[in-house]
């Protein structure tokens, strides 16, 4: 079994900052991509960040210039720092992790419980 445990998440007005953390643990061969997702209140669940093992990141259009996604392999962890944070940004941020749990297999999919973000006007 693969656990992604998320840490971080709270409540901060805008213009502020938040740091989010998620370590993964558990039977794990090598982990592929990593990154974060959003769900707001009556939204789909929707890509924030991604960063690949040799360290390339995409970014959704919306959070390009204010959040940055970086991983720590030795330490199987993901991290978000969001700046300049706008009532927008309000959402569970969920990890999320393409976990190979043996070698020559295909990755799985896990995923985080969610944090909340919350930004206030």
């Known amino acids: 079994q693969v656990q992604l445990v998320e840490s971080g998440g709270g409540s901060v007005q805008a213009g502020g900052s938040l740091n989010l953390s998620c370590a993964a643990a558990g039977s794990i061969f090598s982990i592929d991509d990593m990154g974060w997702y959003r769900q707001g209140p009556g939204a789909q669940r929707e890509l924030v960040a991604t960063?690949?093992?040799?360290?390339?990141?995409h970014y959704a259009d919306s959070v390009k210039g204010r959040f940055t996604v970086s991983r720590d392999n030795a330490k199987k962890s993901v991290y978000l720092q969001m700046n300049s944070l706008n009532p927008e940004d309000t959402s569970v941020y969920y990890c999320?992790?393409?976990?190979?749990?043996?070698?020559?297999?295909?990755?799985?999919?896990?995923w985080g419980q969610g944090t909340q973000v919350t930004v206030a006007s």
């Open positions: 960063v690949l093992s040799g360290g390339s990141t």
């Open positions: 999320n992790a393409g976990v190979r749990t043996a070698k020559y297999t295909y990755p799985g999919r896990y």
